[in-house]
């Protein structure tokens, strides 16, 4: 089996080509710099090509693996040279749009939106999540025997629509990254970063991590992501209004009502998260060795 790894040299893509060669897949990467394609047609002993629309010819799946902002370029670009007994994939962090996109200008071969749900740095694919999101009956074929594939591998697989994808992802992801860039800039408001580290517990690791995990990439991902997921901005409204509470709680020194406020946010996470605390204890064994 063939697979053209459109932006195959990115981080992804690269992750991506790596997994499928060592998996037994032939694998042609398209790109548009040169020098980029050649380091990485030594490093990995693939095909490359600067031309998108001749990869796709005679792959029997195409991954598309660009940032959201190239996305509808590169989607033009090849939709002419795909064919009927083709899979088109595409691994972007949000689905609505590049699934529709794909679903627009691709007339032959059979589309899935997936999402890995774990970065470049992931060691394999062994309990990572995967999210399909098929749109039809055909697609909903397509993914469940993809879901099969990955959890062949030990990976886990979820389906879902594309719009309730990026619903949770303005969570999961959004509001996660938002949470870890505005510690980040409160923490910088103050000296002695390097010693708190040094003195900090489990709990300011764990913020620590959360906040460099973020801080460490790319941020023109990071603002495509934040510009757009759904209701973003609304969530981020939501939060804000939770600060001001809580802070005006602290602020008036409202010793019984923070008690009681939060003992009641335990007792609903412990009804509504079965696992509550499996979360913690599993990030305290990682950590702990940091
Ligand atoms: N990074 C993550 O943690 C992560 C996780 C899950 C999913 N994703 C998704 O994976 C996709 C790739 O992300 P990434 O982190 O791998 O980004 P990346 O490292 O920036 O890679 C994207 C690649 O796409 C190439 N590209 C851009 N426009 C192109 C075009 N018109 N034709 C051919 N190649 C083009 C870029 O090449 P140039 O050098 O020419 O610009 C670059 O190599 C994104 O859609 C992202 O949402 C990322």
Do not use: C
Not at 111 to 134: D, K, S, Y
Not at 145 to 157: D, F, I, P, Q, T
Not at 181 to 208: C, E, H, P, R, W
Not at 214 to 233: C, G, H, N, R
């Amino acid at each position: 089996m063939k697979i053209a790894i459109i932006g195959g040299y990115g981080k992804m893509g690269r992750w991506f080509a790596n997994f499928l060669l060592k998996d037994g897949k032939e694998v042609i990467i398209a790109g548009r710099n040169e020098g980029k394609l050649l380091e990485v047609k030594q490093q990995l002993s693939v095909e490359v090509t600067t031309n998108n629309a001749e990869a796709v010819k005679d792959a029997d799946v195409v991954l598309i693996s660009v940032p959201i902002g190239s996305f509808d370029e590169v989607v033009k670009q090849i939709a002419p040279y795909t064919h009927p007994e083709q899979v088109i994939v595409d691994i972007t962090s949000i689905k609505t749009f590049p699934v529709e996109t794909m679903h627009k200008h691709i007339k032959t071969g059979l589309v899935l939106g997936v999402h890995p749900m774990f970065g470049p740095g992931a060691r394999g694919i062994a309990n990572q999540n995967f999210i399909l999101t098929p749109t039809n009956e055909r697609e909903k074929t397509l993914a469940q025997k993809v879901g099969e594939y990955l959890e062949a591998r030990g990976a886990r697989a979820t389906l879902m629509t594309p719009q309730k994808h990026d619903e949770m992802m303005t969570i999961i992801l959004g509001l996660s990254h938002f949470i870890a860039l505005v510690s980040a800039d409160t923490l910088l408001s103050f000296d002695n970063l390097k010693q708190m580290k040094d003195i900090g517990g489990i709990t300011y690791k764990v913020l620590l991590t959360l906040v460099e995990s973020v801080i460490s990439e790319d941020a023109e991902f990071y603002a495509s992501l934040q510009t757009s997921l759904p209701k973003m901005a609304e969530v981020e409204k939501l939060f804000q209004s939770k600060a001001k509470a809580w802070a005006e709680l602290v602020a008036n020194k409202d010793r019984q009502q923070f008690v009681k406020r939060m003992t009641a946010l335990k007792n609903k996470l412990e009804k509504e998260t079965p696992d509550f605390g499996k979360a913690y204890e599993d990030i305290y064994r990682i950590v702990e060795d940091l």
